[in-house]
């Protein structure tokens, strides 16, 4: 009776501490920033024994998965504040002028914003200088979820609502893609609390990513597999990555090639339609001043400080991991997996070597770690590793300390798989 009344009160206690942290958190205080990072990522891991009891009734566990996702919807956006630079972009885009045209600042000064209301957005934005580089389909998303806003009476609630629209969809075709699956395999994206938090709450595109690898990954024919790498090609550029990962024949080589160029050159006249102006200040957006650096990629920036030359870690990190990839590639170290496992693969090496790591990367990576056996502890440390992060708003410094826990904790992890394989052969 007494383990009953503790399963439930877990199960209360976990979207009651979701709703906090998301309404009323505070990314520039590391007191609450570490209770988050710790307490989240714990209930997720603890909650495991109260899911498997579920046994095999999904629905049971889809009501509690929407219940968790329910409760953030209505949060501010108190965590990040890119959903500011996406409001402004969405805002002028439903004008029918282009986001790629001008930088906030520079269309603030114009003059052309006095009726449209952007001066609130311009001032809470974190790159009011740059030029947008969110591909065109993202700017539609969040035009339509804009929409939804102003019928809502909040903007936010309208796009939380398309978000959270848009991932119960996700937890449906994860049901579909494994049907045999159990529900403890199912929670770790069901409950995860990057997804939930980043994804839903802070409303980061990530979650679009994670429905375009869902329809690539139930793709049975060609033309749908085709399309839907088109589609992911077009939410994120990185990932034109995984196109390593996608088997390549005589039929689809060139099919393939031709989507690679279209998607390209969509890119191409959208985003940096003008190569001039995204050099000066655009492109910088993909590589943040402000260090959310993978796991390794600070050992380099370490390294090449000690001769003035920081600015190249990432050049070398990306050296290094195209090194690995084309090393994976050459020894067909993908082709005995299948197609999720081999995203994994790629998207894990990226994480691990990119010089920018924010929180909300790691949504789509759990969507492909569900491929692997008892990952849940992995899951959680992964959990805690990215929220901590949030430390960085509050300290420059913080990085090195975030880098060696990250070290620290996920060497450990593998170093007890290491040891039970070596154990168990």
């Not at 953030?72 to 630079?85: E, H, K, M, N």
């Not at 869902?214 to 399309?227: A, M």
């Not at 001769?307 to 990190?317: H, K, N, P, Q």
């Not at 990215?386 to 992890?413: E, I, Q, R, T």
């Amino acid at each position: 009776m007494k383990r009953k009344i503790i399963k439930v009160l877990l199960l209360i206690l976990y979207p009651a501490l979701l709703f906090v942290s998301t309404h009323f958190g505070d990314r520039n205080d590391l007191s609450i920033i570490l209770v988050v990072a710790t307490l989240l990522p714990l209930y997720f891991y603890f909650l495991k024994d109260v899911i498997s009891s579920f046994q095999n009734q999904f629905y049971l566990l889809l009501s509690y998965g929407i219940i968790l996702r329910l409760v953030v919807v209505g949060s501010p956006a108190l965590w990040s504040d890119d959903i500011y630079r996406y409001l402004f972009d969405a805002k002028i885009c439903l004008e029918g002028i282009s986001p790629y045209r001008y930088t906030p600042e520079g269309f603030v000064k114009l003059g052309a914003s006095l009726n449209l209301g952007l001066e609130s957005f311009l001032s809470k934005m974190n790159s009011p200088n740059y030029y947008s580089v969110y591909p065109v389909f993202i700017q539609w998303f969040f035009s339509l979820g804009t929409i939804l806003g102003n019928a809502f009476g909040s903007v936010f609630l309208g796009i939380q609502f398309l978000f959270f629209g848009l991932d119960i969809l996700n937890l449906l075709l994860i049901r579909k893609l494994y049907p045999e699956s159990s529900n403890l395999s199912y929670w770790l994206y069901f409950g995860n609390p990057v997804v939930i938090f980043e994804g839903i709450s802070q409303m980061h595109p990530e979650i679009l990513l994670v429905t375009g690898c869902l329809l690539l990954f139930l793709s049975r024919s060609i033309p749908f597999i085709l399309s839907s790498f088109f589609l992911l090609t077009q939410l994120k550029f990185n990932a034109f990555l995984f196109v390593l990962g996608i088997k390549w024949n005589r039929k689809t080589i060139v099919s393939l090639f031709l989507i690679f160029i279209l998607s390209l050159g969509l890119w191409k006249v959208t985003v940096f339609s003008d190569l001039v102006l995204q050099g000066s200040a655009g492109l910088g957006l993909f590589f943040h001043s402000f260090r959310f650096a993978g796991i390794l990629e600070p050992i380099f920036y370490f390294l090449l400080s000690l001769f003035r030359a920081e600015y190249l870690s990432g050049v070398i990190s990306f050296a290094v991991v195209s090194i690995l990839y084309f090393f994976c590639f050459q020894k067909k170290i993908y082709w005995s997996l299948n197609l999720s496992s081999r995203f994994f693969i790629i998207y894990s090496l990226f994480l691990l070597f990119s010089p920018v790591v924010h929180p909300w990367y790691w949504i789509p990576w759990v969507l492909f770690v569900m491929d692997m056996e008892k990952s849940e502890g992995l899951v959680s440390i992964v959990s805690f590793i990215a929220f901590l992060s949030y430390g960085l708003y509050v300290y420059k410094d913080f990085v090195y300390f975030h880098w060696v826990v990250s070290v620290f904790v996920l060497g450990f992890y593998g170093f007890k798989q290491i040891n039970y394989l070596r154990k168990t052969t």
